[in-house]
Every structure is written in structure tokens, then in C-alpha cells.
């Protein structure tokens, strides 16, 4: 495994994808759709799987000691590490941002422990509609992008949605009860006790349903792969 | 002793089945692999090796089962389909950095010869090499790894003839010590005269021979004959092309023996493929 993910890093990683990963500045845009970010770096993990099918890689990983399932395995994990650095990039910005942009986003979420929950949903999105996309037959990379992205666009409008909605709501003379709480407890740095409470559960489901999803789309991937003939 | 058994290899296709290949590799020798384009050559190679995955059969590598211990069994195969041609924008020494890490038995000091003896230079980038010393990379890294048997697939397809003569012989001494053997797929019919130990033809996805070289060639003749000999002989003829002065074609060695009339000499390799692949089309080939 050691071996094939070096080879993930070493030969099928685009260049395209440290810029992408380097788009987590974004999160300094005042009023702004930060998960707009985690798409941009689902379109980088992209790049290199269409730079990897390119430079026949298939053919060349199955000319190596390794079983076609290790090989879908190790890339499954080549895309968790960069969905990871770029939440850990996520949190960071979130940290920064505490201190040094007190002022709410009006363009989507917050930064808070929301939005990397947010963000872990997107791309348990992502993973569970690309991956077996994808390996359904180990080229069409396009495609399976083309479907992870109608996926990831619609949780970026409703998550992101709801949160803009709140703030509008909060703003005009109208009192929503369920939009107050959004609003004091979701969408919100997590300053207060009960916010903390609710980002933590909202983070520890989105962790949840990431490993879930990343499980099943490499589960799947396997089994699809395994028909696949490398050409 | 058989390093390599394939038993009743089938693989369905639309348009196209695999059926029931069969053939052993025997250790210290060079098995040719023969067959026209299409004939199923690089499919039995791919399935063989899982790359497609098989509707039947078994492949042993020795004695083991090569779909149960494809990572073990793969350590001591060097697969070398074509020339070296993925990441081609990457230098050999990269892609070597990559590879050498898949293999406990890496031998630098091995490598770094196979490099020397190429005129490899490492430091330039796949899509900088010629055809053939992509093919001479590729062979390096097959080599390089110690690995037992290799299975090259056309790998002398668009080289010059001096490259192809400067292969065969590193392939004699590749299994000079009879300890390696090489599994050598091509439609270069005249590259296996050189160097095959055995022969292994498949046309049409079945397998038609697997036999020694000098076997398979002892089993047909090359007959000729006039014009007014030909509806004697015709049903005996494996293939046969007329032309102005009467006809020339293959039999099997037991007919041309009978055979009063004709003028019978040794069969090459290169034409028992093409007559016998001309067995389907007598009459056009009489026209």
C-alpha cells in the first residue's frame, strides 16, 4: 500500500491540484460560499485521475505485484489524504478566521465547526458517486466528475442555502423559530456553549457519514473494478 | 519443469471467445507465441495475468495459482507489453524510483548494467526515447526485478531490423543460465526462427499447436506443383496460392510424403502461418 500510494503522489498527481488545494484562501472572502473551496479540490482529485488514465496508468499498475483491489484502495486513499489536508486546511482557516473575521458570511456558512461538517458531507458526496462511477469503467472520468458534481452542487445550494436564508430571515422583521437557531447555533462561530454542543454533534455526524460513504464508494469500487478489463 | 501451465483459458468477448487456450512454458526456454492480429495473443496474455478477468480456467506459476497469488506469482513475472509508454512526460529515474519500491528483490547493481548496456540515460524523459529503447526500458525494468519469466508481448513490433537482432540475442542470454524463461508473443514470424525454443499458435482464440519449434516445423511441407495437379492435391493442401505457372502450398509432412508429383521442401514458420491461415479462403486464394 506504501508503495502504491507513493506512486499516486510521485507520477498521477496534477499539478492543477495544489492550486486547488491552495483555493482554501477563499475562505478569506468576506461574504462568501466557502464550500464552493471543497469543490474546487473535488475537481483536482479529478485532474488526476484524468492524468493518471492518460499516462496509462492502469496498464502500468497492473503490470505491478499488486491485485487490482489494492489498486482501487490505495487510490481511494490518495483521495481521502487530500479531502483531509484540505479539512485540516479548513480548520485552520476557521481557527484564523475566529480571530481575525468577527463579522458574519452572508454568502453561506460561517466559519465554524459547521462547515467542516459541511465540508466532510460534500465529500462523502463526492466519494460515493465518483469512485464507483468511475471504476464502473476505469476511464470515464468525465462523466462520473460530471455526476459527483450535480451532487456536491446541490448540498453546496441547500447547505449554504439555509444558512444565507437564516441570515436574511434574522435581518428582516420576520421571526422563524427554526431559522433563529440556525442562525444562533449552526450558522455562528461556536462562542456559546449550546453552539458548541450542536457544531460538535453536526461535525461528528458529517465525520460519520464521510467514513460511511468513503467505505461503501471503496467497496464498490473493488467490485466493479474487478470486471473491468485493464486495456 | 513447467514454470508456466495454462489450462482451459476462456474469456468471452462480444464478437470474440477465448476458448480453452491451453499451453505449458517450459523453464530455461523461449516459448514463441504466434498468431495473426486479433488472433487473441494479447487477450490470452491479459487474461492469464488478470488484467481481464477470466470466464474459466486456470493458470499455474510454478504450481501455484496465478489469480490466488497474483501479488506473490506477479513479483516473478516481468510483464512487458509493448514499449515502455505511460508517463511519458516523467524521466526514467522517477518512474524507476516508483517501481524498484513494489519489489524486495530489486537489483540496482543489475539495473544500473541493463542501463549502461541500452545507452539508457536516466535522467531523460519517457517521451525522449525511440521506440526501441522504450522497449529496452521496459525490458529493464522487467529484469531488473529478477523476475523468472517474462511475458512480452510484441515486443519487437516497429523496431528496426538491428534493434530486433539486438533483442533476440539479449533474449538468448537472458535464459542461458535455465533458470529464466521468456513467453514471447509477436506476429514477426522470422524473429522466432531465431530464437524459439517452442512454439505456441493460436488463431481465431484456439489455440491450433503448442509443440517445440523444430516439431512444429517437421509436422508440414511446402509443396509445389503445374496447374493440372492442383484439383488432385487440393483437399490435402492446408493452404495453397496459384499463380501462372501451377501452385505452391502447405501440407502436413505425412501427405506430402504420399504425395507423387509434387516437389516438396521444408517448411518455415512463416509460411505455415500464412497458408494455414488461408485454409478458409482456397478460392479466392486460386483466383
Redesign the interface.
Same mark, same amino acid.
Given at each position: 500500500m506504501?508503495?502504491l500510494l507513493?506512486?499516486e503522489f &510521485?507520477?498521477c498527481v496534477h499539478p492543477a491540484l495544489f492550486i486547488y488545494l491552495a483555493l482554501i484562501l477563499m475562505l478569506l472572502i468576506p461574504n462568501y460560499p466557502y464550500l464552493v473551496s471543497c469543490f474546487f479540490v473535488c475537481n483536482g482529485i479529478f485532474f488526476c485521475f484524468q492524468q493518471a488514465r492518460e499516462?496509462?496508468?492502469a496498464?502500468?499498475t497492473?503490470?505491478?505485484? #499488486?491485485? &487490482?483491489a489494492?489498486a482501487v484502495k490505495a487510490r481511494c486513499l490518495f483521495v481521502v489524504i487530500i479531502e483531509m489536508i484540505d479539512v485540516v486546511l479548513m480548520a485552520a482557516m476557521c481557527a484564523f478566521a475566529l480571530v481575525a473575521m468577527p463579522e458574519t458570511n452572508g454568502g453561506g456558512t460561517d466559519h465554524s465547526l459547521s462547515l467542516i461538517a459541511f465540508a466532510l458531507v460534500l465529500f462523502a458526496i463526492f466519494n460515493i458517486i465518483y469512485l464507483p462511477s468511475f471504476y464502473k469503467t476505469g476511464y470515464k472520468a468525465g462523466t462520473a466528475f460530471l455526476k459527483s458534481a450535480i451532487g456536491i452542487w446541490i448540498w453546496i445550494i441547500l447547505s449554504d442555502g439555509m444558512m444565507i436564508a437564516s441570515n436574511a430571515v434574522m435581518e428582516s422583521s420576520v421571526d422563524i423559530a427554526f431559522f433563529r437557531y440556525l442562525h444562533e447555533n449552526v450558522d455562528c462561530m461556536p462562542k456559546t456553549a449550546e453552539a458548541l454542543t450542536v457544531q460538535a454533534i453536526l461535525f461528528g455526524a458529517g465525520l460519520l457519514l464521510y467514513v460511511v460513504c468513503t467505505l461503501l464508494a471503496a467497496k464498490i469500487s473493488v467490485k466493479r473494478y474487478? &470486471?473491468v478489463? #485493464?486495456a | 519443469m513447467k514454470i508456466l501451465q495454462v489450462q482451459n483459458l476462456r474469456k468471452q468477448y462480444p464478437g470474440f471467445l477465448l476458448n480453452d487456450v491451453s499451453f505449458d512454458v517450459e523453464e530455461g526456454c523461449i516459448m514463441g507465441f504466434i498468431g495473426r492480429n486479433g488472433a487473441g495473443k494479447t487477450t490470452t496474455i %491479459?487474461t492469464m495475468?488478470?488484467?481481464?478477468?477470466a470466464d474459466g480456467g486456470s493458470v499455474l506459476f510454478e504450481g501455484r495459482d496465478v489469480w490466488a497469488n497474483?501479488?506473490?506469482? %506477479? %513479483?516473478q513475472i516481468g510483464?512487458v507489453?509493448g514499449e515502455f509508454?505511460?508517463?511519458?512526460?516523467?524521466k526514467l529515474n522517477?518512474?524507476v524510483?516508483?517501481?524498484k519500491?513494489?519489489?524486495a528483490d530489486w537489483d540496482e547493481t543489475l539495473y544500473q548494467t541493463l542501463l549502461k548496456r541500452f545507452s539508457l540515460d536516466p535522467e531523460k524523459k519517457v517521451s525522449e526515447l525511440s521506440q526501441g529503447m522504450r522497449v529496452k526500458f521496459a525490458l529493464a525494468l522487467a529484469l531488473s526485478h529478477r523476475a523468472k519469466l517474462l511475458i512480452l508481448d510484441e515486443p519487437t513490433s516497429g523496431l528496426d531490423p538491428v534493434s530486433r537482432d539486438e533483442l533476440l540475442e539479449i533474449f538468448r542470454a537472458i535464459i542461458e543460465d535455465g533458470e529464466h524463461s521468456i513467453l514471447f508473443s509477436t506476429h514477426i514470424i522470422s524473429d522466432l526462427e531465431k530464437c524459439a525454443d517452442y512454439i505456441t499458435y493460436i488463431k481465431d482464440g484456439k489455440i491450433v499447436v503448442s509443440t517445440d519449434a523444430d516439431s512444429f516445423k517437421d509436422a508440414y511441407r511446402l509443396v509445389s506443383g503445374e496447374a493440372d495437379q492442383l484439383e488432385r492435391f487440393r483437399s490435402t493442401l492446408i493452404g495453397y496460392r496459384a499463380h501462372a505457372f501451377g501452385f505452391t502450398g502447405l501440407m502436413y509432412a505425412e501427405d506430402a510424403e504420399r504425395a507423387e508429383g509434387l516437389k516438396v521442401a521444408p517448411a518455415d514458420m512463416e509460411s505455415i502461418m500464412i497458408y494455414t491461415e488461408k485454409e478458409d479462403g482456397h478460392e479466392s486464394a486460386a483466383q
Open positions: 506504501k508503495a507513493s506512486k &510521485k507520477l499516462n496509462g496508468d496498464m502500468y497492473a503490470m505491478l505485484p #499488486v491485485s &487490482k489494492q474487478e &470486471k478489463s #485493464v | %491479459k495475468l488478470n488484467l481481464s478477468h497474483e501479488t506473490e506469482c %506477479k %513479483k510483464l507489453l509508454s505511460y508517463y511519458r512526460r516523467k522517477a518512474i524510483d516508483v517501481t519500491r513494489f519489489y
